[in-house]
């Protein structure tokens, strides 16, 4: 199929296209990659009037150190990240879970901006935000505000982005130094979106687990956070018991659903499963017994 007639503006600058999204009162959409907006506009999923062009605004696309953490600029390229050596020095889990979005094709258009704002519950990006507790920069008419990635999705492909904000910018503060790290995905074939996927981050206090996180997603309509589990966890040396009760904590907390791909038993299986096995890696690389 073919789109449906829009208006197109080629922005360069934030200035000039957050004041189109303002003028299109909800009807104008922003254009970055285009390789999850242009099938939407295909299938007639959606119908904007005007689209807003990013690609052409200077100073988005940028991987930078901040202190020991990142600044991504929106306009990053998910590929520019996966083989990026300072994301690979300060977050492997994070050029791990790149290597799983999509197709290389699919990975040298779409950006990390349109990624997050897309906000697809079987996105890896949304849910490596939310494991890193990354902030994200959103600009709009009145300026920029932050907001944590834990607050930002709202369900799925719902987000707290404004109509009239673009986001600019997504900032990674640095891990516990040493931290290990697992990531795990299932998906019927590679490139495809996953059925369901872990990822976790810890540290080695040299007695016991420092600080935990465990993140899914594919098993709710947002990207997940299991608190419980990395309580149970912390301070623990990732015992029978204490794995037993985090992976108690991943089944209470998840709500997944059956669709063409997966029954939500099957989901509710691949998640528990692989919660064991991005926490064992995790540990195992945090104490120096894996690389
Ligand atoms: C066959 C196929 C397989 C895929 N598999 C995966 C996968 O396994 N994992 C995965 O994560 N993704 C997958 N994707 C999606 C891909 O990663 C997209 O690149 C990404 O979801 C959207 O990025 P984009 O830059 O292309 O955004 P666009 O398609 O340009 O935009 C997507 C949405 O975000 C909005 N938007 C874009 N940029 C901004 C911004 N800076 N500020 C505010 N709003 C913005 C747009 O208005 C639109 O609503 C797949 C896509 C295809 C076609």
């Known amino acids: 199929m073919k789109p449906p007639a829009f208006e197109y503006l080629a922005a360069t600058s934030v200035e000039e296209a957050v004041a189109a999204l303002a003028a299109g009162d909800g009807e104008a959409k922003v254009i970055a990659g285009g390789q999850s907006l242009v099938p939407m506009l295909n299938f007639r999923l959606l119908e904007p009037a005007l689209l807003v062009d990013i690609n052409k605004v200077p100073g988005l696309d940028f991987i930078e150190p901040d202190g020991n953490g990142l600044r991504v600029g929106a306009l990053t390229r998910h590929h520019a990240l996966e083989t990026s050596e300072l994301v690979q020095a300060r977050f492997p889990v994070l050029s791990e879970a790149m290597r799983h979005v999509a197709h290389l094709a699919i990975r040298n258009r779409g950006t990390i901006g349109g990624s997050l704002s897309h906000g697809d519950p079987a996105a890896e990006l949304p849910m490596m935000a939310v494991l890193l507790d990354a902030t994200l920069v959103l600009t709009g008419e009145n300026g920029a505000r932050e907001m944590a990635a834990r607050d930002f999705f709202e369900g799925a492909l719902a987000t707290a982005l404004g109509d009239d904000e673009l986001v600019t910018e997504i900032r990674i503060p640095a891990l516990p130094a040493g931290s290990g790290w697992g990531f795990e995905e299932v998906a019927q074939r590679s490139g495809d979106f996953a059925m369901a996927a872990t990822a976790a981050t810890v540290s080695f206090d040299g007695a016991a687990a420092g600080e935990v996180r465990l993140a899914l997603m594919g098993v709710g309509e947002v990207p997940l956070r299991i608190d419980a589990a990395e309580t149970s966890l912390s301070g623990s040396m990732f015992d029978e018991t204490a794995m037993d009760?985090?992976?108690?904590?991943?089944?209470?907390?998840?709500?997944?659903?059956?669709?063409?791909?997966?029954?939500?038993?099957?989901r509710r299986h691949l998640a528990k499963a692989l919660t064991r096995r991005v926490l064992q890696a995790a540990w195992q690389r945090a104490k120096g017994e894996r690389p």
Do not use: T
């Not at 009760?245 to 063409?260: E, F, G, N, T």
């Open 245 to 266: 009760q985090a992976v108690a904590a991943v089944d209470d907390a998840i709500d997944p659903m059956s669709d063409l791909h997966a029954s939500a038993d099957y």
